[in-house]
Nanobody, 118 residues
Framework: QVQLVESGGGLVQAGGSLRLSCAAS??????DYWAWHRQAPGKQRELV??????????NYADSMKGRLTISRDNVQNTVYLVMNSLKPEDTADYYC???????????WGQGTQVTVSS
């Protein structure tokens, strides 16, 4: 099992920045892919950013490209998401996601809320 705990969400004014953290614990040896998703009220959950454990592949959603940086600290077992120039439409619950090479198991964190005021 893998446990993911997000932190760093909160209330920020439009144009501001936040850094989300996802601390991973448990059997993370098989995790090869990490991602952040978000879900706004009344909308489907969507992929925001992803990174492989090796760090050789990073992807960002077009809606937030240029405003995000995803990174992974393999020593601290933590994945970070820095979000800049935040907009009210970025308001959502942000979830950490991890995928294992073993049986395709996937794991989700409990989410952290981000609210951007105009």
């Amino acid at each position: 099992q893998v446990q993911l705990v997000e932190s760093g969400g909160g209330l920020v004014q439009a144009g501001g920045s936040l850094r989300l953290s996802c601390a991973a614990s448990g059997n993370i040896a098989g995790i090869d892919y990490w991602a952040w998703h978000r879900q706004a009220p009344g909308k489907q959950r969507e992929l925001v950013a992803s990174v492989t454990t090796s760090g050789d592949q990073i992807n960002y959603a077009d809606s937030m490209k240029g405003r995000l940086t995803i990174s992974r600290d393999n020593v601290q077992n933590t994945v970070y998401l820095v979000m800049n120039s935040l907009k009210p439409e970025d308001t959502a619950d942000y979830y950490c996601y991890a995928r294992s090479v073993y049986y395709g198991m996937v794991y989700w964190g409990q989410g952290t809320q981000v609210t951007v005021s105009s």
